[in-house]
């Protein structure tokens, strides 16, 4: 199922949730809303799902216009954060819910929804369980069951909120992979709401990034992390260092010292420059062109090791090596991005000419 | 003199100091507290509950029971269990149906019920009684139009019903509205997107979740509307035989010196009570974490 989401809106009041929200949803895949609390991504699933109206604006499945359908009519699954299980009912009931309730000429047989509920539990790897109250179930459990009463009947879209937020850390990642595979072995829609950039780049196909109510970004996990369209996702979406510096006659200028980078930057005035810290070449002391750095402090992290290092005007940058690298406190560097971003005080990003793999040089 | 280089390998281990517990009050203070309490329950909780029961058994077991054989306590006892049949499930619908909306919708004038519904608790219950008699008195708003079609609300069942109502009707919905808050929507929207209809979802959701506390709810509502007295007395009238509820059947016989039939009749209703007590403790002690009011205390 395609979804096309047109011009939406949402206001809380006065509050603006969302606006001017368009997105094209692409049949089978795997969609994760990315963003801090507060950015409406949660608001766009329940609109999408029909448990909340748009203000403005339109949806449609296919391409029918589904902004004036029920949640019943829209036929969504919806898996919600704290799973909303019914507890005085045993799992097997709570999966076979959604037959049970179907008009008598649409309902499976009693036998026939024991053998899909039992299909389902398979499904979701919990076989033995049928006959256990929620109660009786860890967090990755009820998770699972939650997931299983969705796919019962058979919606045209799979719709959670936030999956894994409620879960332990080791928990999280085994549920992560097994919903890659579960999506990959149905092929349902799937979009799913998170405020964990790991979570969303490990496991989506594509990623929206929203913040206060608009899409920040679309793209793949690799456009998101290696050309984050905004200072917002740059901030976001892992580490990242900002340095002032002002753009004058196509070249950066940190410090009054001009670096010596392998393009062209187009306009001109007060940028910040956004470097990750796995991208930067380290050079002798006071190479010409380059960031003059002293090294703070070093700490493991991860499979490298990371610098703290600071600039003539005391700014933090840090930067990832190999952990074998000999480095101590109180060494003198210089450092040259390999791989950046410059966005103006607007927040427009500034292009660079002649066009050739912005961003990218040979390790100086 | 050369230090032995002998330790021993497990040496004595300090003993524990006599630690004040960390509350800090002393024994003597606990017990002092402990008993003042008990004795404060004694003196106004259980010695008027037993003397109810002996003051009624004075005169022997065989009085106590005749006394019930009278037409008037009779009629007073199936008096208070019609009006406690009408009120109870009236107010049940009421409180399921505002619980409901309040917790589940929002709308204007949310707040103006919420207020509202908590006015009976506030309000002095003559007061209560007093508004019906101004709406339906025979001087009341609706007076001459109810005397017009011959029909009589105070002085009979229907005031009492009404005034029995409105003092009762915080029971339910008080108890409910909380933990519908807490329970949140979710349950009802992950059926409402499993495909139930709205009565399913009431019936198959809504109702399982809230069932103890609206036991709860009900039994408490119950136990008012039997015991109410100021404002059923404003309405009855006192008509014997008629419009006297068991409350007021109490204070009449009472007033006569009827003493062994007054409390005959109040031993009814401090059973009750007790029963509603043991009911309550049930309840809160096996469905505790289903229970709004457990929360709050």
Redesign the interface.
Known sequence: MEIRIRDLAKDFGDFPALFGVDLDIRSGELLALLGPSGSGKTTLLRIL?G?EAPTWGRVFFGDEDASATS??ER????V?Q?Y?????MTVADNIA??LT??PKAERPSRAEIARRVQELLDLVQLPDLARRYPSQLSGGQRQRVALA??L??EPRVLFLDEPFGALDAQVRKDLRKWLREIHDRTGYTTVFVTHDQDEALELADRVVVLNKGRIEQIGTPDEIYDAPASPFVFDFIGDASRIPVTVEHGGVVVDGRRLALPVEVLGQGAATLYVRPQHWTIGAPDAPGALAATVAGTRRHGVSRRLDTTLGDGRAVEIDVPPETRVAAGDRLSLLPTRWRLFFADGAAAAVAPVRDPGRVAAS | MATDQTFPLDPPRPRALPVPPPIGETVVARWTLVAIAGLFLALVLVLPIAGVFTEGLRKGIWAYFKSFGDPDALASIQLTLLVAVISVPANLVFGVAASWAITKFDFPGKSLLITLIDLPFSVSPVVSGLVFVLLFGAQGLFGPFLAAHGLKVIFAVPGLVLATIFVTFPFVARELIPLMEAQGA??E?????????GW?IFR??TL??IKWGLLYGVLLCNARAMGEFGAVSVVSGHIRGLTNTMPLQVEILYNEYDFVGAFAMASILAGLALITLVLKTFLEWRFGDELAANRRH
Do not use: K
């Not at chain 1, 909303?84 to 005085?88: D, G, I, V, Y």
């Not at chain 2, 929207?189 to 209809?197: C, D, F, I, Q, V």
């Open positions: 799902a448990l949640v019943r036929r969504v699954g919806f919600f704290h909303a299980l019914f507890r005085h819910f959604g309730v179907r009463r969705a019962a009947v | 979710a349950d929207e992950a059926a409402l997107t499993l495909g139930a209809s399913t198959r959701v399982p979740n």
